[in-house]
């Protein structure tokens, strides 16, 4: 009974604090920080100890999930460099590094317990940089960037800690953590690629929305158990299985489908993503207490100033480290656009002399536009000065962090760990520090560097430009209308012209496509909107690969063809 009043009456503090947020331009998951660790010291409120288990593999995998699902792959390709170095290096590094200064300014900390520690404040937690960054109108590319080093730094901390806590049992090789850790990484995404592919294929069969969403799911956590069981990274797999996913869903999923899935994922994702942040406020007094039992409270002060200092500089040096790389790949594009003009003009000699066969000049000439596309997007986004000072400045770390510190065994090497509730309290002011300095303070430091975002008429244009390009491919591909053929019948002048007609509207504005169809025209009318359907999702499946147009475009174009298709089966 008291479990569901605590729940209750936390889904309630959850609710309050994201109204709050919007009224008052503070982040949802720092005010319910703040709310946790003040309802953490009054006595008549029970002690909040969150087990590690439940986060990580409770919390963890359907909040992965549902950010990997709805990442464009275009995004992920494009900044591939930028969110490896960030999400990988970034946090081996620091672990090392973090490490090697606290056992060398504390000795009784010995190394691997100090890079167990340096492993669990490492990685960034972006749910509240992306949430200040959308309502502000944070640039595409910086969110993606946030977004997808999120996705995998968790993978590379778990794996270091992991390596950190062996050698803590005494059981450590250099060759051995380099073999699990390569382990980890190629089994995950092999577990993540065959789960996200049955679990797409599952849905199509099933082909009913209740139970296709039930199945949706159940799949970030049998990715994830599967790859531990496997000893690999169930992290990884989770957010493969999520990319895969989401990148098949338009495909091989219906309308109905994505819409049943996106709604419960944007529920779950909002309560677990909020709750967490509550739930780790709850036990700053527990931890305190316990840290007193065991350590002069100095050391605990000390040690966190010491950890918060080295991960403010340190994240400064990854960021530019990594902008200077994506500064670097856009001045050589000016090569890459001769060797592409060069390329581009041997391929259309080839294909006027009939020396590429048509399917594989079809494969070429898309690989060409999406390389001008990769290019363009390069040239006309970089990251600037303020970017990389945003990309700094949201180096929040969450409740990954306490979870993965209190992993940590209570002994080692068969002794009692005596400096165990030390370094867990240490790994949680550190989170707590950079959620209140960062997080606090990033929506000021955003307004004030005044990003310019698209206008509205421009998206606007965008939109039809791309709603036009995928018209023109449905009919290049199906054909004149007057000359197309429904299982040997021919469409009249009249069904041709309210087909066209009905597209027309359709695409402008689906809610009002009502016409008047003969009985005797109905099946064969369906049955002709169903091709254009098709047509028409395959161009923008082929338009989103090569990446021409804005996430957001694409999107918007999707919402428009997810209307187009309920409109269909409203109209059967």
Known sequence: MHIFVFLAAGLMAVIFAAKSSARTGIAAPLLLLCLGIAASFPSFIPDVELEPELVLAG??????????????????????????????????????????????????ISIA?????????????????????????????????????????????????????????????????????????????????????????????????????SIALLTPWTAFFIAEELEASGVIAVVVAGVICGHKATKHLTATDRNYSATMWTVISFILEHLVFLLMGLQIADLFHRAQTEHNLDFVWQASIIVFALLLVMRFGGVAIAVAGTRLTAARSHRKIRRLDATTERFNDAVEQNLIESWRAEKLQRRLERTSADIEFAQSTPITRRGALVLSWAGMRGVVTLAAAQTISVTAAGEPLIHRSSIILVAFLVAVATLIVFGGTLPALIRALKFSSPSASKSKQEVSGLMTSLLDSAVAQLGPMSELEIDGRSLSPELAKKMESRIEMMMRAPARHQQAIAQSDREL????????????????????????YSAKTFNAAQRRLDLFENGLDMGR
């Open 59 to 108: 919390f963890l995998p359907p909040l992965l999930f549902s950010t990997a699902s709805n990442m464009p792959v275009v995004d992920l390709r494009r900044n591939a460099g930028m969110i490896i170095w960030l999400s990988m290096a970034m946090v081996v590094l620091p672990a090392i590094i973090i490490g090697a200064v606290i056992h060398l300014v504390f000795p009784e």
């Open 113 to 213: 317990l100090a890079i167990a520690l340096g492993a669990v404040v490492a990685p960034i937690d972006a749910v509240a940089a992306t949430s200040i960054g959308k309502r502000l109108g944070l640039p595409p590319r910086l969110m993606a960037v946030l977004e997808g080093e999120s996705l995998f730094n968790d993978a590379s901390a778990l794996v270091t800690l992991r390596t950190a806590l062996a050698a803590l049992a005494g059981s450590f090789s250099l060759w051995q953590a380099a073999g699990s850790f390569v382990w980890a990484t190629l089994a995950g995404i092999v577990v993540g690629f065959i789960v996200g592919q049955l679990v797409t294929k599952a849905r199509r069969w099933l082909a009913d929305p209740v139970l296709s969403t």
């Open 525 to 548: 009318f369906h049955e002709l909107q169903d091709k254009y359907l098709d047509a028409l999702q395959d161009a923008l499946d082929r338009e989103r690969a090569i990446g021409a």
